[in-house]
C-alpha cells in the first residue's frame, strides 16, 4: 500500500478544483439527499459541489488526499471558528439556479427558522455554548469509490489534527448510521450526545466514504465528541480492521479490539513473578500466551502486540541476568573474567523498553518519603484493562480463526 499524502488546496487550478469536484459526484451519486438540494435537476449536482468547494476556498479550508501519486483521491472540507457552509455567498449563489419550489424548501427545511436553529441548540447542549462557533468542524470528507478503503478519510482526520493541535482548539462532527459511528470511534471521537427528530424529506446527507456536517433531518443524529487534541490520552489511529488485506505492508499501525475499558491497578510486593526458579519461570512464560504471536487477517499473518512484546522483553532480560550472576559464581580466568558475553537479545530488549517508556511519558506522580533513603509511594493506578488483551489474542489463534 503506497503512503498516503494529505495537503491542503491552495490557489488551486480549475482542473484541480474540478478533480475535486468529480470526487464529490463520484462519492455521493445516487444519494437522495442530493436529489432534494438540487430539486431532482441533475445538472445541478455539479454546481453545487462546485460551490461547496469554492465556499470552504474563501471561508475555510479544502484538504485533499492521494496514494502516491498527485491525483485526488479524497476531499475534505473544513470550517473553523465562527464560518458555516450555508452562510457563504457561494451557496447563495447556487440557490439562485434551482427552481423557486427548491429555493423554498431549503428556506423552510434548511435555513434559519427551521432545522438549523434546533440542530444549533443540540450542538450546544453537547458540546459547550460556544464549542460550535470557536473550533473546528467537518463539513465534508469524501473518497471517490475507486479509492475508497485506502484510509485516506483517516488520514484527513490526522491532518487537520495538526492544524487543530497547534492552535489548541477542539476538533468536533455530526455523523448518522452505525457504521460511520464505529469508524469515528475508531479514530479517536467519543459520542457527547444523541437527537432523535420526526422522519421528514431530507435524509442524512452522508455515504459509505463521507461525514456530514450540515444540518440534516433524519430519524438518528449522532454527534461525536470534541476531541481535546491538547491531551496526549487521546490518539487518532487508523484502526479500521476491515480495510486492509493484511498482505505485505497493507495492515493497521494499530490493532482494534474494541473499547477497552479501565480498572484499577493495585500497587504491591508479590510473591509471584521473582527473578529466579522454575515457578517463576512458569509464571513469566504464562505472560506471553503463544510467545505473545496473534494472527489477523484472511492469510493469518502473524504479528507481535506491544504488550505482550514488553513482557516478553522483562522475561529476557530476567533470564540474562541469571545467566550473568550465575557466570559470575563460576570460575574466573586469571583476570578476574567469567566470560559472559551479553547477548544481542537482551540488548535490544533494554533498548525496546526504554523506548516505550520515553514513548507514553507517563507523567502520572509518584509521592516519595525517606531521604536519603527515597520510596515511591503509589497505592493505585488507573490502567486500560490488560485483560481484554488476553482475550482477544486467545481469539486470534490459528486454531479460533
Known amino acids: 500500500m503506497s503512503r498516503v499524502s494529505v495537503r491542503k488546496l491552495t490557489n488551486p487550478t480549475n482542473s484541480e478544483i ?13 444519494q437522495r439527499s442530493i436529489e432534494l438540494f438540487t430539486g431532482g435537476d441533475k445538472s445541478l449536482v455539479t454546481p453545487y459541489w462546485r460551490a461547496n468547494i469554492l465556499a470552504a476556498l474563501h471561508s475555510g479550508e479544502v484538504w485533499v488526499a492521494s496514494d502516491g501519486t498527485e491525483a485526488i483521491m479524497s476531499i475534505g472540507i473544513w ?26 424548501w431549503w428556506i423552510t427545511k434548511v435555513g434559519h427558522k427551521a432545522y438549523r436553529p434546533l440542530c444549533l441548540k443540540f450542538f450546544g447542549d453537547c458540546l459547550g455554548v460556544k464549542t460550535r462557533i470557536d473550533n473546528w468542524f467537518a463539513n465534508v470528507i469524501a473518497t471517490h469509490p475507486r479509492y475508497q478503503g485506502r484510509g485516506l478519510a483517516t ?4 491532518g487537520i489534527h495538526q492544524k ?50 450540515i444540518f440534516a433531518i433524519t430519524l438518528k443524529l449522532v454527534l461525536l465528541s470534541v476531541v481535546n487534541l491538547r491531551r496526549a490520552e487521546i490518539e487518532l489511529l487508523s484502526q479500521r480492521a476491515q480495510s486492509y488485506s493484511y498482505l505485505g505492508d497493507d495492515y493497521p499501525p494499530t490493532w482494534n479490539i474494541g473499547k477497552i475499558t479501565t480498572v484499577k491497578l493495585m500497587h504491591g510486593d508479590t510473591s509471584h513473578y521473582e ?14 500466551p503463544n510467545n505473545g504471536t496473534v494472527y489477523l487477517g484472511p492469510k493469518k499473518m502473524s504479528f507481535s502486540v506491544s504488550m505482550f512484546h514488553q513482557l516478553r522483553c522483562l522475561n529476557i532480560i530476567r533470564k ?51 531521604i536519603p533513603r527515597v520510596d515511591v509511594l503509589r497505592e493505585e493506578t488507573r490502567c486500560r484493562d490488560w485483560t481484554q488483551v488476553y482475550d482477544a489474542a486467545e481469539k486470534a489463534q490459528p486454531g479460533q480463526m
Open 18 to 30: 474540478e478533480a475535486a469536484v468529480t470526487v464529490m459526484n463520484e462519492a455521493f451519486d445516487g
Open 79 to 104: 470550517f473553523g471558528p465562527g464560518k458555516e457552509l450555508y452562510e457563504t455567498k457561494e451557496i447563495e449563489s447556487f440557490l439562485e439556479l434551482v427552481s423557486h419550489e427548491t429555493r423554498e
Open 155 to 158: 488520514a484527513h482526520i490526522e
Open 164 to 213: 487543530v493541535m497547534r492552535e489548541g482548539s477542539y476538533l468536533a462532527l455530526g455523523t448518522s448510521g452505525e457504521s460511520q459511528e464505529r469508524f469515528y470511534r475508531s479514530v479517536g471521537f467519543w459520542e457527547r450526545g444523541r437527537m432523535k427528530s420526526e422522519p421528514s424529506d431530507l435524509i442524512c446527507f452522508f455515504s459509505r466514504s463521507t461525514a456530514f456536517l
Open 275 to 288: 527473578l529466579e526458579g522454575p515457578i517463576a519461570d512458569m509464571e513469566w512464560d504464562a505472560l506471553t
Open 320 to 370: 540474562e541476568s541469571n545467566r550473568k550472576r550465575h557466570l559470575e559464581g563460576d570460575s574466573q580466568d586469571e583476570g578476574g573474567r567469567t566470560g559472559y558475553i551479553p547477548s544481542e537479545l537482551a540488548n535490544h530488549c533494554m533498548n525496546y523498553l526504554r523506548q516505550m517508556i520515553i514513548c507514553r511519558a507517563d507523567t502520572v506522580l509518584d509521592a516519595v518519603k525517606g
